[in-house]
């Protein structure tokens, strides 16, 4: 498959997208916040729900291994280590989360984010709006089905747009390394 150099895209297989999407369901809910700490809360900038799922997660040692693909494919050659825990996000009505980035300089901690990684869990046709954008001079939109996986280095602005109707279901990881120097 050809990938921009700003993203990785493949797919996921459609009966493991199924299994995960029905286990993350089960887990507790919450109104999603913002920041390294993830303290602050801001429904104009960022409205979701979100559900943190356990760190060893086998779909999340899957999206790790589509991620170090990504990093050899793409040839973003970052130094990678780990993963944090997945989180499932699902964006309701006139839910939205604005442009952003992933990444913090300022955290202070002695791992930065290196690559995000995305799968869509649910049908398109499930919902009107939520298309998921990234900008860099341009604005890609990025051409999600249920199962596409995408990854993007977590420096880059990114957004999801307003859902207009229906449910969108996704889940996030984010993959660290070293800092920057
Ligand atoms: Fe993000």
């Not at 989360?97 to 930065?112: A, E, I, M, Q, R």
């Amino acid at each position: 498959m050809a990938h921009l150099p700003l993203w990785y895209i493949s797919q996921v297989p459609p009966d493991q997208v199924l299994k995960a999407h029905e286990e993350f369901k089960a887990y507790d809910k919450k109104a999603a916040s913002m920041d390294i700490d993830g303290n602050t809360l801001d429904k104009e900038h960022r409205d979701t729900t979100v559900s943190f799922i356990n760190k060893d997660h086998w779909f999340g040692l899957q999206m790790f291994n589509f991620v170090s693909l990504a990093n050899r494919e793409c040839k973003w050659g970052y130094h990678l280590e780990d993963h944090e825990a997945v989180q499932y996000a699902e964006y309701g009505s006139k839910q939205h989360y604005n442009w952003h980035t992933d990444f913090f300089p300022l955290s202070g901690k002695d791992y930065d984010r290196k690559i995000t990684v995305v799968c869509l869990l649910n049908d398109p046709s499930e919902f009107e709006g939520g298309d998921f954008e990234i900008r860099m001079r341009s604005t890609f939109k990025a051409p999600l089905e249920k199962g596409t996986i995408i990854a993007f280095p977590s420096i880059l602005e990114h957004r999801v747009v307003p859902i207009i109707s229906g449910l969108r279901c996704s889940a996030t990881m984010w993959v660290n390394g070293p800092r920057f120097r």
